[in-house]
């Protein structure tokens, strides 16, 4: 193992003259506490002075606390954790965390964890340690065990002490999904103790202190159902309820994520054994796991989103973004009323402009029903839902934007439309004000042409469902100035969306790189692949959803629209498959209209395959289905990805590789556990892909002619992120 020399000054240990010791985490190196090796060390030493002076008497009770404003302890370093390579080396780290909670546990005096602000992985671990934990009821408390997401599962006793205090049901909700929780609902399912309002939280602490219990309250606040006890308390309801969730897992994750399992057989086997053996599996599965090539990708995955979070080379220089407390909204659509609606929900007040009385009052609908749908969901109070709708307003006039720093234009897809409402918009808003277009697909340089002010213009691109999808697109146009760039990325952050800048270019990045891959399922049926192969396929390699779902998804219409503009703006290699053409000519519009490739309910549910299509597919498809190679249909949809990748990165629509990654992670699901799609380019190396798309030219043609950049790095022996890391 290697020894760090660094120590840290966090935590210290006090004793006040009630006798009431105070360990207290506040590392003046970083903003939020980490609990990284230098800082277990010290915690260590903390507690062996804790547990002297409990001994002797001098102290009644241990609070473990944080001295950062709003936030208790955020977790392990996932830098460390990224590093090891070596499972034994990671069994020991691991042990030596484990014996430091141990220690925590088997103090000689009470220990109370007072929680205000986020709480994740090792904090909540610690937290579970004590013997009680007190939450503030502020919004920032939240309490979650993200080491799923990272490939690993938590391993300083959490996956153990968790499910033994909260109930197996309750605990596997965590463990396994790694979201975040509430401090009410951490108070519902055993969690915390107490929970004390924020203005009061040090004096209740104080207070609580004064007498605390020796052992946690008998069933503490939890409320168990006779369902929940039954599932939860006897070892055939146990059983049940791993081997759902087990199922439950393989379904959604396809078996690609092997944390998830290992949870699940941690608490198969120990759930009710003695603590220790539980603990000793949980270091050495998770061991196996860290050096593991998931884990590996997605902790590169939390780096490129804590990267796109930071600000990327492309938001920094001096330029510091404007902040915008009130937004326009141009046409109250799908779209329009998506935004109006999430811009509320972050405390912006909104107001949409259209050209019809009913489209605003739709708008306004549309954002009251996914209001209410958070309300159900307990996302949101009913109050802060009115409170919400109260700052969404509407209406046909242009007066209503006099206030906005921003105003995002969401109208028809037609340049002559955009152009003439972003040139009267341009006349009736502040001349600081700043403009950007929610286009899919038109160029952003075009519509600039119109204004007298192009500086201060840009595309923001939202995905479909806008509450949903996290990516953003934002268009950086030849004219469009530093400060836009900047205002317009931390507004898309203050949306809780991930924004990646692109160039302006046909599709942008994601469609541009969809495209292809939706293309190419059309010639796969025109080689005779079902549309249930084909789908299959692309999620067995992991995208949620295969393309022809995606384009039934998306619109038939609205598809064929967008290939035909990547067509023109990329040239023949995009030429849509005969299949998609002779498709796009029918009455099939996807699952909005009931019917493409699958059948759909009246509420738009998937039902079945829709065994009639192939004979609106045209001539190009054979009457009869034969079986390609699984392998085969996957190389041609990953290759035809790649390459378009390469050839956006060479003309400079990004600049990284990482770009490319997280933007195809966020707007269309590519497999995290990849780590992104030049990511696992680069497990093949760029040779590798090379090989592979010359044998597809030859088989193919043309439309699989290798990019030059693939040429390129094949050539001089480097992976895309050696050459486009930074
Ligand atoms: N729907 C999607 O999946 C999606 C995804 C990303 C981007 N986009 C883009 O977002 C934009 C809007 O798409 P949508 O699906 O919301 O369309 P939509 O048809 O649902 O809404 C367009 C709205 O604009 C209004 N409008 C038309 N002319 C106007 C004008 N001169 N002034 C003000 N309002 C006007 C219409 O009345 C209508 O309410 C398009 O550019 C589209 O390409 C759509």
Request: hydrophobic share 40%; charged share 25%; net charge neutral.
């Amino acid at each position: 193992m290697s020894i760090a020399t660094k120590t840290s000054v966090s935590p210290t240990f006090e004793i006040d003259s009630d006798d009431i010791g105070w360990i207290t985490f506040d590392d003046p190196e970083r903003s939020l506490n980490v609990l990284a090796e230098p800082v277990m060390r010290r915690f260590a030493e903390m507690l062996d002075d804790a547990r002297a002076a409990g001994r002797e008497g001098q102290v009644k009770v241990v609070v473990i606390r944080s001295g950062k404003p709003g936030s208790f302890i955020v977790g392990a370093d996932v830098d460390e954790i990224a590093a090891i390579e070596d499972p034994s080396e990671a069994e020991q780290k691991i042990q030596l965390g484990q014996a430091i909670l141990n220690d925590v546990e088997t103090l000689p005096v009470p220990t109370v964890a007072a929680i205000h602000g986020t709480c994740l992985g090792g904090g909540v671990e610690v937290a579970l340690a004590c013997t009680h934990r007190l939450l503030s009821d502020a919004k920032k408390t939240k309490i979650g065990l993200p080491e799923v997401t990272l490939g690993i599962l938590p391993t300083w006793g959490g996956t153990t002490r968790l499910p033994r205090l909260v109930g197996l049901q309750a605990a596997l909700d965590l463990l396994l999904t790694g979201k975040q929780i509430d401090a009410r609902k951490a108070r519902r399912i055993g969690f915390a103790a107490e929970v004390y309002p924020e203005h009061i939280f040090q004096e209740m602490v104080g207070d609580f202190v004064q007498n605390a219990p020796e052992r946690p309250r008998a069933g503490s606040q939890r409320k168990v159902n006779l369902v929940a006890r039954l599932l939860d308390g006897t070892a055939l309801g146990r059983k049940l309820v791993l081997r759902t969730a087990r199922k439950r897992v393989l379904s959604s994750t396809g078996g690609h994520y092997p944390a998830p399992l290992r949870i699940l057989d941690i608490l198969d086997k120990h759930q009710t054994g003695p603590l220790e053996q539980s603990l000793t599996a949980e270091a050495s599965l998770a061991a196996e796991l860290v050096v593991s090539a998931v884990s590996k990708n997605l902790v590169h995955v939390f780096h490129m989103r804590e990267a796109a979070r930071r600000g990327t080379s492309a938001t920094s220089g001096d330029s510091a973004p404007r902040t915008v407390t009130n937004l326009g909204v141009l046409g109250a659509g799908i779209m329009g009323g998506g935004i109006a609606q999430l811009a509320a929900y972050n405390d912006v007040r909104v107001y949409m402009k259209d050209i019809r009385h009913d489209a605003v009052t739709g708008g306004l609908q549309h954002a009251r029903q996914l209001f209410d749908k958070a309300v159900k969901r307990r996302k949101l109070s009913t109050r802060g839902a009115r409170q919400c709708m109260e700052i969404v307003t509407g209406g046909l006039e242009y007066h209503g934007l006099s206030a906005a720093e921003l105003v995002v234009e969401a109208v028809v897809e037609r340049m002559d439309v955009k152009r003439a409402v972003l040139r009267e918009t341009e006349q009736n808003v502040d001349a600081a004000c700043l403009l950007a277009t929610n286009t899919s697909s038109l160029s952003v340089d075009e519509m600039a042409d119109a204004l007298k002010r192009p500086e201060r213009f840009c595309g923001m691109h939202f995905f479909n469902p806008v509450h949903r999808m996290p990516l953003v697109e934002v268009i950086r146009g030849s004219a469009t100035d530093a400060v836009s760039i900047a205002t317009v990325y931390a507004f898309a952050l203050k949306l809780g969306k991930i924004p990646v800048v692109v160039g302006d270019g046909p599709g942008f990045l994601v469609n541009r790189i969809l495209g292809p891959y939706l293309n190419e399922a059309g010639f796969l049926l025109g080689d005779g692949a079902s549309v249930g192969q084909i789908d299959a396929q692309a999620k067995q390699f992991g995208m949620p959803m295969g393309p022809l779902r995606l384009i039934d998804e998306v619109g038939i219409d609205v598809s064929a629209h967008a290939g035909a503009a990547l067509r023109e703006g990329l040239g023949d290699r995009l030429t849509p498959s005969p299949a998609l053409v002779a498709l796009g000519e029918t009455e099939r519009l996807g699952r909005k209209g009931g019917r493409g490739f699958y059948l759909y309910d009246q509420k738009g549910r998937e039902r079945e395959i829709d065994e009639s299509v192939y004979a609106d597919l045209g001539a190009s498809v054979p009457k009869e289905r034969h079986k390609l190679r699984d392998r085969d249909i996957r190389t041609r949809l990953v290759v035809q990805m790649i390459n378009e990748a390469a050839r956006a990165l060479d003309q400079g629509i990004v600049r990284t590789a990482a770009e490319v990654d997280l933007a195809m992670i966020m707007g269309t699901g590519f497999p995290p556990f990849r780590g992104g799609l030049l990511r696992f380019a680069d497990s093949l190396h760029p040779k590798g892909v090379l090989d592979r798309t010359r044998e597809l030219e030859t088989k193919h043609g043309a439309r699989f002619e290798p990019a030059d950049l693939l040429v390129e790095l094949a050539t001089s022996d480097r992976t895309f992120y050696e050459a486009f890391g930074t």
